[in-house]
């Protein structure tokens, strides 16, 4: 569908108003990107951090670093829960380098970090707009969402949406054989989201996979000659490394941007509306998402687990946003 159709079910063209809960992170840092350079259909209230592919401080960092690429230190950042509701932390540095932002280097920011923790920013500007007008959007581990839903129960039935980058079906699972990591390094936050009765719209390792960085989409962002182009294109550059050694594919996968590509045009993905239950006991299937893709249980569904992207559409999407930044 063109841009002028209206199918992010936001009504008669207004911006939707979003809170990204994020972990920056590479893909992340696209994501955010994609983000602010879509007004139109975007209004990013506020960027909660969360500790996952590195430790919170740098993620908090990492977030108004890439505030700051974009132009937009008038962003609001704040720092969230520096570990797992009842877990030591999981880190992905294997992945994403020591800063979270390796392949690029950034200046330190000089946009100050919010005073308040993420868990308040978020209950908060949950109770202030009206109910049902807020989208979620975490594209890190859980935590801060549902310390937030565990706080204040009141702001869950306010939520419009949450559309969020985590889990596996048929790709199953990327820091062990059977979890993805967003799931796997809070499980027990997972549950929690997932048991919420909030509308879920979940973005899996099986969408993210068929969304690979060719070489001519990394030359693409670079030929945009700017600095968000050189930036995405040196960010891909180096994660890609490791994807295409571990998983022996063409590209590396921009997890977290499709979040963000689905708010913009949704017509690009294809799912199910399934139940998808969340693994919080076995050692060995600790993460788990596990997605009645068949049909085959009576649990009831709770979120439209996506399966296919365009991504073809969505890399003209990406490219052409990020040009205007």
């Known amino acids: 569908m063109?841009?002028?159709?209206?199918?992010?079910?936001?009504?008669?063209?207004?911006?939707?108003?979003?809170?990204?809960?994020?972990?920056?992170?590479?893909?992340?840092?696209?994501a955010i990107l994609l983000a602010l350079a879509s007004p139109e259909e975007i209004d990013v209230l506020g960027i909660t951090a969360v500790a996952g592919n590195v430790p919170l401080e740098l993620t908090q960092k990492n977030a108004?670093?890439?505030?700051?690429?974009?132009?937009?230190?008038?962003v609001p950042v704040f720092a969230g829960c520096a570990a797992p509701m009842t877990r030591k932390l999981v880190t992905a540095e294997h992945v994403h380098g020591k800063t979270g932002l390796d392949g690029t280097d950034l200046p330190d920011p000089k946009m100050p970090l919010q005073e308040a923790h993420a868990v308040d920013f978020i209950v908060e500007t949950l109770r202030r707009e009206p109910s049902g007008t807020v989208t979620l959007c975490p594209i890190g581990p859980l935590t801060n969402i549902a310390t937030a839903f565990r706080r204040a129960p009141d702001i869950v039935?306010?939520?419009?949406?949450?559309?969020?980058m985590g889990g596996a079906y048929f790709e199953v699972g990327n820091i062990t054989p059977a979890a993805e990591f967003n799931i796997y390094v809070?499980?027990?936050?997972?549950?929690?989201?997932?048991?919420?009765?909030?509308?879920?719209?979940v973005m899996p390792l099986d969408v993210s996979h068929k969304a690979l960085t060719t070489r001519p989409r990394i030359e693409a962002f670079r030929a945009l000659g700017t600095e968000v182009g050189r930036a995405v294109a040196e960010w891909t550059d180096f994660f890609e490394r490791f994807d295409m050694a571990k998983y022996g594919s063409e590209g590396a996968p921009l997890h977290d941007p499709c979040v963000i590509a689905y708010l913009i045009r949704p017509s690009l993905f294809t799912g199910r509306h399934v139940n998808?239950?969340?693994?919080?006991?076995?050692?060995?299937?600790?993460?788990?998402?596990?997605?009645?893709?068949?049909?085959?249980?009576?649990?009831?569904?709770?979120?439209?687990?996506?399966?296919?992207?365009?991504?073809?559409?969505?890399?003209?999407?990406?490219?052409?946003?990020?040009?205007r930044l």
């Open 276 to 323: 998808v239950e969340i693994e919080c006991a076995s050692e060995l299937t600790r993460g788990m998402t596990v997605a009645d893709w068949w049909g085959v249980t009576d649990r009831q569904p709770n979120a439209t687990f996506m399966g296919d992207l365009d991504d073809a559409g969505f890399y003209d999407l990406l490219a052409g946003r990020l040009a």
């Open 186 to 201: 809070d499980p027990e936050a997972a549950d929690i989201v997932f048991r919420s009765g909030v509308p879920i719209t």
């Open 2 to 30: 063109g841009d002028g159709v209206d199918t992010s079910g936001n009504g008669g063209g207004m911006a939707r108003k979003i809170i990204i809960d994020t972990d920056p992170g590479q893909d992340d840092a696209v």
């Open 64 to 74: 108004r670093k890439i505030c700051e690429l974009a132009g937009r230190s008038d």
């Open 157 to 164: 039935g306010r939520v419009q949406e949450i559309v969020l």
